[in-house]
């Protein structure tokens, strides 16, 4: 059980699993830098929390719901989570609602800019959210969706046991970060072209350069071999 005071963010989740080092260097050393991408997709988020929670005959909906859970040490805020009212009572992947009469089975739904696409940090992210309303409803939740913003289209997400494990391992890898307090040296990636904080990290500078030690020895090594021969 971890303590408020421990909460990381439901977003970090994305960061861990892109590079360790962005990671650290938005959680700690508080570093971010909007790109186009990062700039829509605030955008998109914004306006899923604009509206307030609203039912549909059977279905509520509910937009920007806090989200936490002591056992993970996670918070975060739900772009959008259906409750679907049930027929059956004895349905166990139903939760009450204060105010509600019958079960609900919850289903959160994160949304992304961009096209229908397979991201496992995505999936994550969407799963550490399932894992914080099981927690707080005292239900499973099964399956959620991703919402990708180009296309308006719907991924469904089924949490198996595969991606509870991933979700689990990349919290407790954002916990050990935390406790460490050290950022990851760079290692330049091609995937590094197309990170918002490149320009802060400088992976083609730092993570190409060699260090003093390696460029001495190597100096030293053909200035021998200049002399012997």
Same mark, same amino acid.
């Given at each position: 059980?971890?303590?408020?005071?421990?909460?990381?963010?439901?977003?970090?989740?994305?960061?861990?699993?892109?590079?360790?080092?962005?990671?650290?260097?938005?959680?700690?050393?508080?570093?971010?830098? *909007?790109?186009?991408? !990062?700039?829509?997709?605030?955008?998109?988020?914004?306006?899923?929390?604009?509206?307030? !929670?609203?039912?549909?005959? !059977?279905?509520?909906? $509910?937009?920007?719901?806090?989200?936490?859970?002591?056992?993970?040490?996670?918070?975060?805020?739900? *772009?959008?989570?259906?409750?679907?009212?049930?027929?059956?009572?004895?349905?166990?992947?139903? $939760?009450?609602?204060?105010?509600?009469?019958?079960?609900?089975?919850?289903?959160?739904?994160?949304?992304?800019?961009?096209?229908?696409?397979?991201?496992?940090?995505?999936? +994550?992210?969407?799963? $550490?959210? $399932?894992?914080?309303?099981?927690?707080?409803?005292?239900?499973?939740?099964? @399956?959620?969706?991703?919402?990708?913003?180009?296309?308006?289209?719907?991924?469904?997400?089924?949490?198996?046991?595969?991606?509870? *494990?991933? !979700?689990?391992?990349?919290?407790?890898?954002?916990?050990?970060?935390?406790?460490?307090?050290?950022?990851?040296?760079?290692?330049?990636?091609?995937?590094?072209?197309?990170?918002?904080?490149?320009?802060?990290?400088?992976?083609? +500078?730092?993570?190409?350069?060699?260090?003093?030690?390696?460029?001495?020895?190597? @100096?030293?090594?053909?200035?021998?071999?200049?002399?012997?021969?």
């Amino acid at each position: 059980m971890y303590s408020e005071n421990d909460f990381v963010p439901i977003s970090i989740l994305q960061h861990i699993l892109f590079c360790e080092r962005r990671a650290a260097l938005v959680l700690l050393e508080n570093l971010w830098d *909007d790109n186009i991408s !990062t700039a829509e997709g605030t955008v998109l988020h914004e306006r899923a929390h604009q509206a307030e !929670t609203d039912s549909r005959g !059977t279905l509520i909906v $509910a937009r920007g719901l806090w989200l936490r859970s002591f056992w993970l040490g996670l918070c975060g805020k739900a *772009d959008v989570v259906e409750f679907q009212l049930l027929n059956d009572e004895a349905d166990k992947l139903g $939760a009450r609602l204060t105010g509600k009469e019958g079960l609900y089975r919850p289903f959160p739904v994160e949304y992304k800019r961009g096209h229908l696409r397979s991201e496992k940090s995505f999936e +994550v992210q969407l799963c $550490a959210q $399932a894992l914080c309303l099981e927690e707080m409803l005292d239900t499973e939740v099964v @399956a959620g969706a991703l919402y990708y913003g180009k296309t308006r289209r719907r991924k469904e997400i089924k949490f198996d046991k595969l991606l509870r *494990d991933q !979700t689990k391992s990349a919290v407790l890898k954002v916990h050990e970060l935390l406790k460490s307090g050290v950022t990851p040296r760079v290692q330049y990636q091609k995937k590094c072209d197309f990170c918002s904080l490149s320009s802060q990290c400088l992976p083609k +500078v730092t993570g190409t350069q060699r260090s003093v030690a390696r460029y001495l020895v190597q @100096a030293y090594k053909e200035q021998g071999d200049e002399a012997s021969s």
